[in-house]
């Protein structure tokens, strides 16, 4: 590995990122399926004469004291063992929305804001190494260890993404202008490794026939046929595995669906992504989910994804 100081132009910053929370899954869209939510984090790093300073104000104010471990900083440290060089110190700042534990895609967004903000900082080489969205995208999959929270971070709107033998690939949809999900966020997190390990190795060869399907409704029914939600949000792989590890999310997302109101566990849960139409639907989601145990947020679809802002 080369002295940072024989780069090509490197920048001291600061630089800064922000990256929006994401939705995966959407209901059948296991994996493969991403929608980013205007909720964002703002990451600010610079390059010091050595050490490491981590400040985070809001969400996740305890992990300032993760040094190294912090995920934002992992991602920085990948992507300039990419470049070849590490900077002789780090200092981040980090200013957070995004809930962690609850199904958003935190880890998703501390990953692609330091990969960002290191290439920035690493100047020409950092292009050179990480030139287009792909290249973020690969090595985002490889820190996060699926691709569809991170794709439709760096890209915005509706993502699907997919594994091929040329790598990780991801397609970004427009989704249906106005679109107004409404998450639901309970009291407590539940970490995505606990959500995984409920699931079975295999599922009947009916239920992932009618997954495929419904899966076909959801794209569908997010780009161009709103009155499609309700059916395109139905799983078979996942959701009524993981109802025993979530009881009360699998209970809020019954009563919205009995309710005509689509619905779906967000990511590995708990929270809960519902869409509403119109006042009527939002007054009988707000109606559905008991304030006292769950917190509702009214967002949008974030159409811009990771963005470098300075």
């Not at 679109?179 to 295999?202: F, I, N, S, Y």
């Not at 009916?206 to 059916?231: E, G």
């Not at 009881?247 to 779906?264: D, K, Q, S, V």
């Amino acid at each position: 590995m080369t002295s940072w100081a024989t780069g090509t132009s490197r920048a001291h910053g600061p630089v800064t990122v922000r990256v929006p929370a994401t939705s995966a899954n959407l209901g059948p869209g296991f994996d493969a399926v991403g929608l980013a939510l205007t909720l964002h984090d703002h990451v600010t790093a610079r390059i010091t004469p050595g050490g490491l300073d981590v400040q985070v104000s809001g969400i996740g104010a305890e992990t300032a004291g993760a040094g190294e471990r912090h995920l934002v900083v992992r991602a920085m440290r990948a992507a300039f063992d990419a470049v070849g060089a590490q900077p002789p110190g780090i200092a981040i700042s980090c200013r957070n929305e995004v809930p962690h534990g609850f199904g958003l895609g935190s880890s998703a967004a501390a990953i692609v804001a330091g990969l960002l903000a290191a290439r920035a900082l690493a100047g020409p080489d950092g292009l050179a190494v990480l030139p287009d969205a792909n290249a973020v995208l690969a090595l985002a999959t490889e820190i996060e260890g699926h691709p569809d929270n991170v794709a439709a971070c760096l890209l915005g709107g509706l993502v699907v993404s997919w594994h091929s033998a040329a790598g990780v690939c991801a397609a970004r949809l427009e989704p249906l202008a106005g679109l107004a999900p409404v998450v639901c966020v309970p009291a407590v997190p539940l970490p995505t490794e606990a959500a995984r390990k409920v699931l079975p190795a295999q599922v009947p060869h009916a239920d992932a026939a009618a997954n495929s399907a419904r899966t076909a409704l959801l794209v569908t029914a997010l780009t161009s046929r709103p009155d499609l939600l309700l059916a395109g949000t139905e799983d078979f792989l996942h959701q009524r595995y993981r109802a025993a590890a979530m009881p009360e999310t699998a209970g809020l997302i019954g009563r919205l669906r009995e309710a005509g109101i689509a619905a779906a566990v967000s990511g590995a849960g708990p929270s809960v992504l519902a869409f509403p139409s119109g006042d009527a639907g939002l007054a009988a989601v707000t109606g559905l989910a008991d304030s006292a145990r769950w917190r509702l947020l009214r967002l949008a679809v974030d159409t811009e994804g990771a963005t470098l802002l300075a």
